[in-house]
C-alpha cells in the first residue's frame, strides 16, 4: 500500500490548513468515522469543527486542563468552545494523561517518573506525535470514541496543527495497545 505523507520544514501553526487537508483526503479515502483534534485556545478545533460540520465525523476537540497555565484558568474561552459544540463536535477537557501527578512530584522531587519517560519517547517521533497518543487515549477514557477503532488524531507542536496521524484507539489503562497505524502529516524538525 502506499499512502501520501506530509513532511513539513518546521513545526508550528503555519502548517495547520495543510494538516485540514490531509485530514480532508483521509476521511474521504479511508472511511474514517472519528477525528480527535487538540486545541489550546479553540481555534484549531473550531477550524476543524467547522470543515467537518456536515461530514457525519464523530469530531471530538480535547483542551488543557483547568489549571494547565496557572490556577483557575482554562485557555478556551467559553465562547468559542460553545461555538464548537455548535458547529457539531464535541469539546472534552480533563487530565491530561502524560502531564499529571508525576510532573508534580518530577518538579518537587526531581527524578525520572514512568509517564515522563513515555512522554518522552514519545516525543522523539515529534511533539504532535505525542499529543496525538495523548489525546485519543483521553477521548477514549470519556467514551468518546470507541477502542479498537482507527481514530485520526490532530495535534500541533505549540499552536495550530502539524501532526495526523491515524491511530487504533485504546483507554490510558490499556495503553500498550494503543497503535500509531500511519503518520499522515509531521514536520521534519
Known sequence: MERRVLYF????????????QRAKEAVKEE???????????????????????????????VTHSYGFREPNTIEMS???????????????????ITHSLETALAKQFGGVYPTLLVAQTLR????????????????????????????????GTGRGADTVTLIRASTSK???????????????G
Open 31 to 61: 472511511g474514517v468515522g472519528d477525528i480527535v483534534v487538540a486545541s489550546t485556545t479553540g481555534q484549531t478545533g473550531l477550524l476543524f469543527a467547522e470543515a467537518f460540520r456536515d461530514d457525519g465525523v464523530n469530531l471530538v476537540v
Open 174 to 188: 490499556r495503553f500498550l495497545d494503543l497503535r500509531v497505524l500511519e503518520i499522515l502529516a509531521k514536520p521534519r
Open 78 to 96: 467559553e465562547e468559542t468552545r460553545e461555538r464548537i459544540i455548535q458547529a457539531g463536535a464535541k469539546v472534552y477537557t480533563g487530565t491530561m
Open 9 to 20: 520544514d518546521r513545526p508550528g501553526p503555519a502548517n495547520t490548513e495543510a494538516c485540514l
Open 124 to 155: 522523539r517521533f515529534g511533539e504532535g506525535t505525542k499529543v496525538c497518543c495523548e489525546i485519543v487515549m483521553m477521548a477514549a477514557d470519556a467514551g468518546l470514541v470507541e477502542e479498537g477503532k482507527e481514530v485520526l488524531a490532530v495535534a
